[in-house]
T-cell receptor
Framework: DQQVKQNSPSLSVQEGRISILNCDYTNSMFDYFLWYKKYPAEGPTFLIS?????DKNEDGRFTVFLNKSAKHLSLHIVPSQPGDSAVYFCAASGGTSGSRLTFGEGTQLTVNP | GAGVSQSPRYKVAKRGQDVALRCDPISGHVSLFWYQQALGQGPEFLTYFQNEAQLDKSGLPSDRFFAERPEGSVSTLKIQRTQQEDSAVYLC????????????FGQGTRLTVV
């Protein structure tokens, strides 16, 4: 079963506008959530994280929102830049999954100049 | 180097051949993880080490997969009698304590079984 889902395989936005990437999870025991960015032929790079005791975490242009009741998190990038074009993975850990990360399928973000 | 290093970057194996994939984690990182990423999918957990102890190997898809980290640093993922469905990118990640801190990933090894 897919415990972490990213339902949008791709997203295209204009430079300077907001990018919103979404992620849903089913395991209520997850207590830590992360976003990774991946460029072609490179490994995933950590972007931002949030603990389940919070509902928002902000780092520069990146903000992650967590809605525990809906089991939903989102990543906001504002303003979007062409260099943000990459695949974004949502990941979760905690509960019986322990230290392992459970990833979503990824969303390809394209920021057009 | 300062990051997680994996070798080889690319490996082509004939079906039935054994392969060994190497991971050099960041110095001092206690935790080491192996993930398998199929084309168009997110990484999927294979196994986890804390120092030299393999604490979780529940993600290994079959007994043809074996991982070790004998001295708590470098790790090797071995796949015996490779099959076409083993074709994927194999990612190694390390973190200082647990994955609840950010895990740093290597560039991966792309394995193609022909």
């Amino acid at each position: 079963d897919q415990q972490v889902k990213q339902n949008s395989p791709s997203l295209s936005v204009q430079e300077g506008r907001i990018s919103i990437l979404n992620c849903d999870y089913t395991n209520s025991m997850f207590d830590y959530f992360l976003w990774y960015k991946k460029y072609p032929a490179e490994g995933p790079t950590f972007l931002i994280s949030i603990s389940s005791i919070k509902d928002k975490n902000e780092d520069g242009r990146f903000t992650v929102f967590l809605n525990k009741s809906a089991k939903h998190l989102s990543l906001h990038i504002v303003p979007s830049q062409p260099g943000d074009s990459a695949v974004y993975f949502c990941a979760a850990s905690g509960g019986t999954s322990g230290s392992r990360l459970t990833f979503g399928e990824g969303t390809q973000l394209t920021v057009n100049p | 180097g300062a990051g997680v290093s994996q070798s080889p970057r690319y490996k082509v194996a004939k079906r039935g051949q054994d392969v060994a994939l190497r991971c050099d984690p960041i110095s001092g990182h206690v935790s080491l993880f192996w993930y398998q990423q199929a084309l168009g999918q997110g990484p999927e957990f294979l196994t986890y080490f804390q120092n030299e102890a393999q604490l979780d190997k529940s993600g290994l898809p079959s007994d043809r997969f074996f991982a070790e980290r004998p001295e708590g640093s470098v790790s090797t993922l071995k796949i015996q009698r490779t099959q076409q469905e083993d074709s994927a990118v194999y990612l190694c990640a390390s973190s200082f304590i647990r994955a609840n801190t950010e895990a740093f990933f290597g560039q991966g090894t792309r394995l193609t079984v022909v």
